[in-house]
Nanobody, 116 residues
Framework: QVQLVESGGGLVQAGGSLRLSCVVS????????MGWYRQAPGKQRDVVAG????????NYADTVKGRFTISRDNAKNLVYLQMNSLKPEDTAVYYC?????????WGQGTQVTVSS
């Protein structure tokens, strides 16, 4: 059973930055097909970013393109999401999971709140 543990969220002002982390249990090979998702209150969970093509390509939702960067550290089994120029509409609970299909049980997520 793959376990996912997200961290790094918090309260930040608009224009600020945060870096989220996701620990993925098991083989580091899984990191090559991981992604980040978010769910705002009252809305469905949407994809934010993910690796594809064996980890050589990164994909981003149009709403975060140019502001967010997904990366990974194979040695630590970590996937990161660097979020810059944050906007109030980025407020959500952020989750990691496999990408583009979510194969694993969801973790608890990490709350990101952006104040205007």
């Amino acid at each position: 059973q793959v376990q996912l543990v997200e961290s790094g969220g918090g309260l930040v002002q608009a224009g600020g930055s945060l870096r989220l982390s996701c620990v993925v249990s098991g083989s580091s090979m899984r990191l090559r097909s991981m992604g980040w998702y978010r769910q705002a209150p009252g809305k469905q969970r949407d994809v934010v970013a993910g690796f594809s093509s064996g980890g050589s390509t990164t994909n981003y939702a149009d709403t975060v393109k140019g502001r967010f960067t997904i990366s990974r550290d194979n040695a630590k089994n970590l996937v990161y999401l660097q979020m810059n120029s944050l906007k109030p509409e980025d407020t959500a609970v952020y989750y990691c999971n496999s990408y583009p299909s979510t194969l694993y049980d969801w973790g608890q997520g990490t709350q990101v709140t952006v104040s205007s």
